[in-house]
């Protein structure tokens, strides 16, 4: 009788995995189905250009006359460490950067800290105000920058005329137009700053109320508690805002028509990689250009990625 009720049990146990393991198959096989669309247009739109890229990176090919393309091997990698204009534009990336990502960090935490602030009023109104002009199309940003910076006719040379002081030429002076692009980019800090709110407002609010008992000033709460409890997010803004200004490209080629001007000022790596591959149709040496970049990324992220463990607080530890 027990060996009985044993047999049954195991025959009855087995049936259950036999069925779970339908079950888990049946989901498994419609999972697939559902993230087919997105594997596919992943082969087709992310790797295989990637691996495409990577083939062309190691030949002469030229997109006009594609049938004369040849294989160079290192050829193009040589070029590139030889090439004055790579390192022209990385300096101009470098120095833009040098300006942009301090200001691109510290304008949306500021107007994070004060959104955030107990005294202000119509505080939906202002984050709403803030974010707004992120969802306005950059290349009409552009071209309204482009008339609010013009020397003769723009309005902040107007109001610098009104206070007695003489605006300089702002998008064809070497010294002007970084601060420029700067301007231009403060357009889209709303993106940024929602992500400051959000971890502002997740802090405990115990934090402050003891640093208060213990006297401490507006300005202690801030860099002792905020910053250090929203260094995460500072951090993912700080790795984002290096890759996109080393991939900036848009503001510059709508700006100056992607000619570098002044003085190849605005020849970012991006507006010369796109110049070589699409203007120049050199695909060969632009697809070294692209890679080249993706390793410096690359290097620079792994680097702020190792120093991150000695200034960026998990509040419950680093996977």
């Known amino acids: 009788m027990t060996a009985d009720t044993t047999t049954a049990g195991s025959a009855l146990e087995a049936e259950q995995k036999h069925q779970l393991g339908a079950i888990e198959r049946h989901q498994r096989r419609w999972g697939f189905i559902f993230i087919s669309p997105w594997i596919l247009g992943f082969l087709l739109f992310f790797l295989l250009p990637m691996a495409a890229s990577l083939v062309f990176s190691f030949m002469e090919f030229d997109l006009i006359r594609p049938e004369d393309a040849r ?20 300096l101009v990336t470098v120095k833009f950067a040098a300006i942009m990502i301090p200001f691109s960090l510290a304008l949306p935490l500021g107007f994070a800290w004060l959104l955030t602030s107990k005294s202000l009023w119509a505080k939906p109104l202002f984050r709403t105000l803030f974010f707004v002009p992120t969802i306005v199309p950059f290349v ?39 601060p420029a692009l700067a301007l231009i980019g403060a357009w889209g800090v709303g993106n940024a700053m929602l992500l400051f709110i959000a971890g502002i407002q997740g802090i405990p609010i115990d934090l402050y109320e003891s640093a208060e008992v213990d006297g401490a000033t507006a300005w202690h709460k ?23 200004l080393f991939q900036y490209f848009l503001v510059p080629f709508v700006l100056k028509n992607g000619t570098g001007d ?21 695909m ?35 996977d």
């Open 262 to 282: 002044p003085a190849n000022s605005t020849l970012f790596y991006s507006l010369y990689f796109f110049k070589t591959a699409f203007t120049f149709n050199d």
């Open 284 to 318: 060969g040496y632009g697809a070294t250009l692209a890679w080249m970049l993706f390793i410096i990324l690359m290097l620079i992220t792994l680097i702020m990625f190792g120093t991150a463990r000695y200034w960026v607080y998990y509040e419950f530890g680093e």
């Open 222 to 244: 801030f860099k002792s508690i905020t910053v250090p409890m929203i260094s995460p997010i500072l951090f993912y803004n700080l790795v984002l805002a290096v890759i996109f």
């Open 71 to 90: 294989f160079v091997g290192l050829e193009n990698y040589r070029q590139w460490f030889g090439d004055p204009l790579v390192w022209e534009s990385l």
């Open 140 to 178: 009409s940003v552009v071209f309204i920058w482009n008339g609010f910076l013009n020397t003769q006719t723009g309005w902040l040379n107007k109001f610098l005329e009104t206070i007695g002081i003489s605006g300089p030429d702002w998008l064809n002076s070497t010294t002007w137009i970084y």
